[in-house]
């Protein structure tokens, strides 16, 4: 396998599968060496056709993998090579640990800068003013709102923004 990349990693094989499935995965770790077309790799890796395209798809967009049209001079058909290139996948992992650490400071600050209600069966959880526009009951149910403690919650939020700040 060319994609210079370690499946062992719980972070890597995470995030691809995260990507593309179980099923992509599978794909690329069956994929021929060098330049081949979406048949072979169908072939050899056991995937069907329809995955192995789309896989390869979201491989490009996210620049894991390069593809190259050859032309045909004979038939005029269009044949497109792929390869992997893992090459980049630490910097990509770096951009969504910041992504996923901004959101999880915007929700935390949201959570902590709050007062919440929530109906005792579960139906809705609300800011405080939208549960003084019903009168604190329930819009789902009609059941008295209760206040509703997120310190648990924020604390869990609060951790994961520490342990990813520190990594």
Aim: include cysteine; charged fraction near 30%; hydrophobic fraction near 35%.
């Amino acid at each position: 396998m060319n994609t210079l990349v370690e499946f062992n990693d719980k972070v890597i094989s995470g995030y691809l599968t995260s990507l593309v499935g179980e099923e992509g995965l599978k794909m690329i770790g069956d994929m021929p060496e060098g330049d081949v077309t979406d048949e072979e790799i169908a072939t050899k890796s056991e995937v069907l056709l329809n995955t192995v395209r789309r896989t390869l798809f979201i491989l490009y967009e996210n620049k894991f993998a390069i593809c190259r049209r050859e032309r045909d001079s004979n038939s005029g058909w269009l044949t497109y090579l792929w390869h992997l290139d893992f090459s980049d996948i630490e910097h990509q992992l770096m951009r969504e640990k910041k992504k996923l650490l901004r959101n999880l400071k915007v929700r935390f600050e949201f959570e902590e800068n709050n007062v919440f209600y929530m109906c005792p069966q579960g139906c809705a959880r609300l800011l405080f003013n939208e549960a003084t526009e019903t009168e604190f009951l329930c819009p789902m149910c009609g059941e008295d709102l209760a206040y509703y403690d997120n310190s648990l919650f924020t604390g869990v939020l609060k951790k994961r923004v520490d342990d990813l700040s520190s990594i």
